[in-house]
């Protein structure tokens, strides 16, 4: 159940931050950071879910975060990179591994296994 979820999570972050620019809805100024937030949270949640150790996965995740802004401004889909977008995925991710580690803590304080 945890691939899937982690997948699932991966094909959505796929369609956020590589979908053209016509078809991103309009939304308030924040929301985008918001939205790249929750975002890259889920991603470290699911991987943790399924095990991928804290430090791999805050490395693939933030390599992950710096080419989707790149590619954002290489691709022909009207997107621009944003630096502030790449530092609301980092914090995404430690907001979810964060989430991960405090919803999996056995009733005596420690890690469950």
Not at 20 to 35: I, R, S
Request: aromatic letters at 6%; proline letters at 8%.
């Amino acid at each position: 159940m945890g691939r899937l979820c982690f997948g699932g999570a991966v094909l959505v972050s796929l369609v956020v931050l590589f979908m053209p620019a016509d078809g991103v809805p309009w939304a308030p100024a924040g929301v985008d950071k918001l939205v790249h937030l929750g975002v890259f949270a889920l991603l470290g949640a699911t991987g943790r879910w399924i095990r991928i150790p804290p430090l791999p996965l805050v490395v693939a995740l933030t390599a992950y975060a710096v080419l989707s802004e790149v590619l954002q401004g290489l691709l022909p889909i009207g997107r621009s990179p944003d630096v502030l977008d790449v530092v609301a995925d980092c914090v995404g991710v430690s907001l979810g591994i964060l989430a991960h580690a405090l919803l999996t803590r056995g009733p005596t304080g420690g890690a469950a296994r």
